[in-house]
């Protein structure tokens, strides 16, 4: 079975400064898909970010990016010039290509003081 | 981002009573899931309905849980003897572009 696991429960940043959330999983498939989610206070689930597999550029949207190492797979998200908004449950999340569901990791809390 | 409605955002019923969640996805999807976020745990998949069956189930989505789509555009579901271990979040989504999935805002259930 696919596992999700972010080592990290709980980060914290300055705001305008960098951040990087890690996330590793554990796949024995090719085709699958990568995605960070958001959960700020409201509990509402965000997409931030999603990454295909069989692509080897890193995908970025706007402040946050990727570092995506398929042969370590690693999935880290990096958060550029760190905004107050940022505070938030961060989920990565898998999905197996062709599968419907997705596979969450544990979460990490993130913290921005100003 | 488009947008999944649920209701209500809250319930609160008691022990041993059936609840029933609603969900409004993305229009003409027929697929949808919903999902389950104990406070304080990760989120949990629970079921995908396409085309109004079951199409994949998780080991927690068991006897007491039912998904139904009473009518053309909305999803329900439906927890049949409430148990205190089912308060949680439960979420609604309906898949996107690039295999993602967007999600509701999601049902807060306290059961006591």
């Known amino acids: 079975a696919q596992t999700v696991t972010q080592s990290q429960p709980e980060m914290s940043v300055q705001e305008a400064e960098t951040v990087t959330l890690s996330c590793t999983y554990d796949t024995s498939e090719s085709d699958y898909y990568l995605f960070w989610y958001k959960q700020p206070p409201s509990r509402q689930m965000i997409l931030v970010i999603r990454?295909?597999?069989?692509?080897?550029q890193n995908a970025t949207e706007n402040r946050f990016s990727v570092n995506f190492q398929k042969a370590a797979k690693s999935f880290s998200l990096k958060i550029s010039d760190s905004q107050l908004g940022d505070a938030a449950m961060y989920f990565c999340?898998?999905?197996?290509?062709?599968?419907?569901?997705?596979?969450f990791g544990q979460g990490t809390r993130l913290t921005i003081n100003p | 981002e488009p947008e999944v409605t649920q209701t209500p955002s809250h319930q609160v019923t008691q022990m041993g009573q059936e609840v029933i969640l609603r969900c409004v996805p993305i229009s003409n999807h027929l697929y949808f899931y919903w999902y389950r976020q104990i406070l304080g745990q990760k989120v949990e998949f629970l079921v995908s309905?396409?085309?109004?069956?079951?199409?994949?189930k998780s080991e927690i989505f068991d006897d007491q849980f039912s998904v139904e789509r009473p009518d053309g555009s909305n999803f329900t579901l439906k927890i049949r003897s409430t148990k205190l271990e089912d308060s949680a979040m439960y979420f609604c989504?309906?898949?996107?572009?690039?295999?993602?999935?967007?999600f509701g805002q999601g049902t807060r259930l306290t059961v006591v």
């Open positions: 309905f396409y085309n109004n069956e079951i199409s994949e």
């Open positions: 990454q295909e597999a069989y692509k080897q």
């Open positions: 999340a898998y999905r197996m290509g062709g599968a419907q569901k997705l596979v």
């Open positions: 989504a309906s898949p996107g572009g690039d295999r993602a999935a967007f």
